[in-house]
Nanobody, 122 residues
Framework: VQLQASGGGSVQAGDSLRLSCAAS????????MSWFRQAPGKEREFVAG????????NYADNVKGRLTVSRDSVMNGVYLQMNSLRPEDTAVYYC????????????????WGQGTLVTVSS
């Protein structure tokens, strides 16, 4: 399965963006699609995960209440709605796929999208 991420851009603090991640192949109920991000000089970190079959989501503590991950069956992928953006949200955002529940470790994911840059100015 190949993943295609899109939707990044440059915004002001407080603005919103919606990222998309579309999968090229079939997704199974046991799959999880997650979003990670990597800021310059930092490690890649988990942002949000979505269990395809269970339609459940989980989030990193530092984005709860501001970021929402949701499913789009027509697109065959997920969105990441980002509200009340902060300068510290600036990063390259990646979507990733694994068989099994979402996990916080990037090592657990076998398929990755190419990344989309989000820049938030103060």
């Amino acid at each position: 399965v190949q993943l295609q991420a899109s939707g990044g851009g440059s915004v002001q603090a407080g603005d919103s963006l919606r990222l998309s991640c579309a999968a090229s192949g079939r997704l199974f109920s046991s799959d999880a699609m997650s979003w990670f991000r990597q800021a310059p000089g930092k490690e890649r970190e988990f942002v949000a995960g979505y269990r395809w079959g269970g339609r459940t989501a989980n989030y990193a503590d530092n984005v709860k209440g501001r970021l929402t991950v949701s499913r789009d069956s027509v697109m065959n992928g997920v969105y990441l709605q980002m509200n009340s953006l902060r300068p510290e949200d600036t990063a390259v955002y990646y979507c990733a796929l694994r068989h099994g529940a979402p996990t916080f470790s990037a090592r657990d994911y076998k398929s990755w999208g190419q990344g989309t840059l989000v820049t938030v100015s103060s």
